[in-house]
């Protein structure tokens, strides 16, 4: 039977597993405070100090571990969905007309970049197209 999952409101952290946590990762053993805590900044940050030095997370037990990957799952998550709020706003701007940089759609490069022809995606940029590359695949 798999685990149960860990994070705010889910059966993996609702008890605490048998044990002192009191390691730099103890906070995030299941049912600890950062084995509930949402994902974010401030969560991401708790487990680059709990990580020490080297990111080695010495003295950490496997249950402080999983709740460390846990956490960075859920600050993971959160990061991306910033990100995509982000590219949701330069999509509103594009659509009011009010982008103002030279790279986005309605103000591309004048000549066709080389690099981009259909022989670069079908073999590459060496001398031969990348044919060594794929020559037993032709065979």
Excluded: W
Excluded at 2 to 28: K, M
Aim: charged share 25%.
């Amino acid at each position: 039977m798999p685990p149960a999952r860990r994070g705010p409101g889910e059966r993996g952290s609702a008890r605490r597993v048998a044990g002192d946590s009191t390691g730099p990762a103890g906070a995030f053993a299941a049912g600890q405070v950062l084995d509930v805590a949402p994902g974010g900044g401030a969560l991401h940050g708790l487990a680059e100090c709990a990580a020490g030095p080297g990111d080695r997370f010495a003295g950490a037990t496997e249950d402080e571990l999983t709740g460390v990957i846990c956490a960075l799952d859920r600050a993971e998550a959160a990061a991306c969905s910033l990100k995509h709020a982000a590219v949701a706003g330069i999509a509103d701007l594009a659509q009011r007309g009010g982008l103002r940089t030279g790279c986005l759609p309605g103000r591309r490069p004048v000549r066709r970049r080389s690099d981009r022809s259909l022989g670069f995606f079908l073999y590459g940029l060496s001398d031969n197209g990348g044919l060594d590359d794929v020559e037993d695949s032709l065979a």
